[in-house]
Each structure stands twice: as C-alpha cells, then as structure tokens.
C-alpha cells in the first residue's frame, strides 16, 4: 500500500477558479480573478502577477519565452519572465486554445454562432510580435489546433479532421 502523498505548497489566487495551468522547468503560470500569476514551481513563491481586463483567461502554451493565453474573444501574449504583455489578437468571435510551435502561434475560431461559414478560420500569428503569417479558411467552427513536423491538425465541427501544412 502506498502512503499519502504530501502537499508541497499552496498558493492563493483569489476569487475565481485556477483551473487553467502551464508549467515549465521552473515556474507555473495560473490566472486569477483578472490576474494572471507566474510562481516558482520549487518554492511556490510569487515570480510576477499581472493584471488585465479580459474575461475568462487562462494560460495555455508557453515557449521560447512567450506565454500564450485565451480569453473569451482573444489572445493574449505575455513575456514569460516579466508578464509584460507583448500583444493581442482578437478576431472578434470565441477563441480555441492557442498552440506555439517553431515560432509561430496557432489559433482557431470555435465559435458556433450566427457567423458567415467564410469567417471561420485557422491562424498562423509570427510568436514574438503577433503579426499575422497565413491563414486557413474552413466552412465550419474549428478544434484548437495540434502540430506536429510542419502539419497542422485541426478538427472541424462536423467531424472531420484536417491537415494543413505550416
């Protein structure tokens, strides 16, 4: 039989759920009631905080310093050492999980509102700056994106998976 196992830290966010979590080697990046938290992951100490006005952002990819996170409508881009914020891309209408590869960020519009089928699309955002690369165009609200080698793999609402090359 195996012993309990043992809590090693605890940290407070405050109000709202910390549900949406990224770490890396040596920090975790977790959001608050419009605050967004860089904390040790050894310690459990406060690295940075930073607040925003968008509702309902979590962090979802991190790498080669930047850390992307989603909101309702938007994305947001943050300097992972400092939480400075680097930019925004906001499509207007609900965003997928955004994924960071070689680069480049990847972001899909999920929505399944009242849009025109061309206004569904797959980005291609430069990581460090958010200027937009290339585009994909879909008939139909997208998954969040997976990549892998140069491939872009994104589901479709109607049950379709894609494959788009980068």
């Known amino acids: ?23 890396t080697t040596d920090t975790v990046y977790v959001a608050g009631n419009k605050i967004l938290y860089a904390i040790n992951t050894t310690t459990g100490t406060e690295r940075w905080r930073t607040s925003h006005d968008s509702h309902g952002i979590g962090p979802r990819a991190v790498d080669d310093g930047v ?37 480049v960020a990847y972001i899909t519009h999920t929505s399944t509102g009242e849009y025109e089928p061309e206004e569904y699309r797959l980005y291609a955002l430069e990581q460090q700056s958010g200027s937009p690369l290339w585009s994909y165009q879909s008939d139909i609200p997208m998954t969040s994106p997976a990549v892998y080698d140069g491939t872009v793999f994104v589901g479709d609402k109607d049950g379709h998976l894609k494959a788009v090359s980068s």
Not at 14 to 23: H, Y
Not at 95 to 102: D, E, M, R
Request: glycine share 12%.
């Open 67 to 103: 850390l992307c996170v989603d909101g309702w409508f938007e994305v947001l881009a943050f300097e992972a050492s400092s939480g400075s914020q680097q930019w925004e891309f906001a499509p207007g209408r609900s965003v997928g999980k955004p994924v960071l590869s070689n680069g």
């Open 1 to 23: 039989e195996k012993a309990d196992q043992e809590k090693l830290w605890s940290f407070e966010t405050g109000e709202g759920n910390a549900s949406s979590i990224v770490a």
